[in-house]
């Protein structure tokens, strides 16, 4: 049998930079950044802070540093900052805000990620000594563990209210912004309006090999600045990635509407199958979460259960390996599936059938 090419689903990160990006990686402009000024750098900046409506922004090599950045530029230590109980900030950074800044999550649970404002009564502490002072909302947008949903806006402008009376400052985790502004119509700039901070990445579904950046007030950034250098995100000759984002920025994004609609098509497909649902009932951006419906067999152990082995959700992403398309599981029930712009309309024709066959398999296999 001829082995046909993987079909790689697990995230919007996995993408090469194309012929055009390599070229304008290639021929960029560049310079010591940090001792002067990179010209791409500074062009890149420059673009990014004028789509998200801030003054000015910084170039950071991950968006887990723009977050902790962000979050220790808003924030002394000891200080608590509020975020939904399944944001990025809290489960896939390390803790970064606790060991690196002294921080304290205050997580507010949802059932769709989107944070109501009136669920933000009564989060502030009192100013007595006994308590950490709350400084800071967060907000991410689109909610990766929440499949890809897109906040709406006008709870968010209410949370931002909110924050704003009680002298909290706000920051967006926007990784996938602009995936967002796509599905929703609108710009960046009108998310992000909302809000101090913005930080985006550029290697997602853009599909630059390498960056993010942090967006806000003249103050703010250079005040980032100071603690991107202190976490050794300060890099020389960066011209020759920020010339990849810039591109992804001026090439890659109206193009995002294309994998919206990939998604849409796994998803449909998912969703015919028995056994299979789409959590919250429906795709919007370019994140298709699949739960398992197959109750897990009685007698599996916790520890079988965390180590990823066992579970029904283990089972599906299996049997779709074994048919070349890869995806992570995100629980004992969920898989994650991720389109971007590595994945041709036949390979999501041929993940479709791959999601059928095996939906198929774990209904006649039953609990092993
Ligand atoms: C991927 C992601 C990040 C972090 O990005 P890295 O570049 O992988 O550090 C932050 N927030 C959200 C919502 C993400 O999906």
């Known amino acids: 049998m ?3 090419p993987v079909i790689d689903l697990r995230s919007d990160t996995v993408t090469r930079p194309t012929p055009e990006m390599r070229r304008a990686m290639a021929e960029a402009e560049v310079g010591d950044a940090v001792i002067d000024v990179d010209p791409t750098v500074d062009r890149l900046e420059k673009r990014t802070a004028e789509l998200l409506g801030k003054e000015a922004a910084v170039f950071v090599p991950s968006g ?12 002394p230590a ?3 900052f509020l975020c939904e109980a399944d944001c990025h900030i809290y489960h896939y950074e390390q803790g970064a805000y606790a060991s690196l800044s002294g921080l304290i999550p205050r997580l507010i649970a949802t059932d769709d990620g989107t944070i109501r404002p009136e669920q933000l009564v009564g989060q502030v502490h009192a100013s007595d000594e006994h308590h950490p002072r709350t400084g ?10 929440w499949g890809g949903r897109v906040q709406r806006q006008d709870d968010v402008v209410a949370s931002c209210q909110w924050a704003r009376r009680h002298r909290l400052a706000t920051h967006l985790d926007g990784a996938r912004l602009w995936n967002a502004a796509v599905a929703s119509g609108t710009t960046v700039e009108q998310l992000a309006a909302p809000f101090d901070s913005v930080s985006v990445c550029f290697s997602k579904g853009l599909g630059a090999p390498v960056g993010s950046a942090i967006a806000g007030s003249a103050d703010f950034i250079r005040e980032a600045r100071r603690g991107r250098k202190l976490f050794g995100g300060a890099m020389r000759q960066a011209g020759i990635i920020a010339a990849g984002a810039l591109h ?3 090439h890659h994004r109206d193009r995002l509407e294309q994998d919206h609609q990939a998604a849409q098509q796994l998803g449909a ?3 015919s199958c028995d056994g299979l649902s789409i959590v919250g009932g429906r795709v919007e951006t370019n994140m298709v979460m699949i739960h398992v419906d197959r109750p897990e067999p009685i007698g599996k152990s916790t520890e079988q259960r965390d180590g990823g082995g066992g579970t029904p959700a283990a089972e599906l992403v299996g049997l779709l390996r074994e048919r070349g398309v890869w995806c992570f599981d ?3 029930a969920t898989v994650r599936l991720v389109t971007h712009l590595d994945v041709t309309a036949a390979q999501v024709s041929a993940a479709c059938e791959a999601i059928k066959q095996s939906a198929e398999c774990l209904l006649t296999q039953g609990a092993k």
């Open 136 to 145: 800071l909302l967060c907000i991410e947008n689109t909610h990766n563990r």
């Open 330 to 332: 995100t629980g004992p």
């Open 78 to 80: 000891g200080t608590e």
């Open 64 to 75: 887990s540093m723009a977050n902790q950045v962000a979050l220790r530029t808003h924030c």
């Open 2 to 4: 001829q082995a046909a």
């Open 248 to 250: 992804a920025l001026q």
């Open 269 to 271: 497909a998912a969703a």
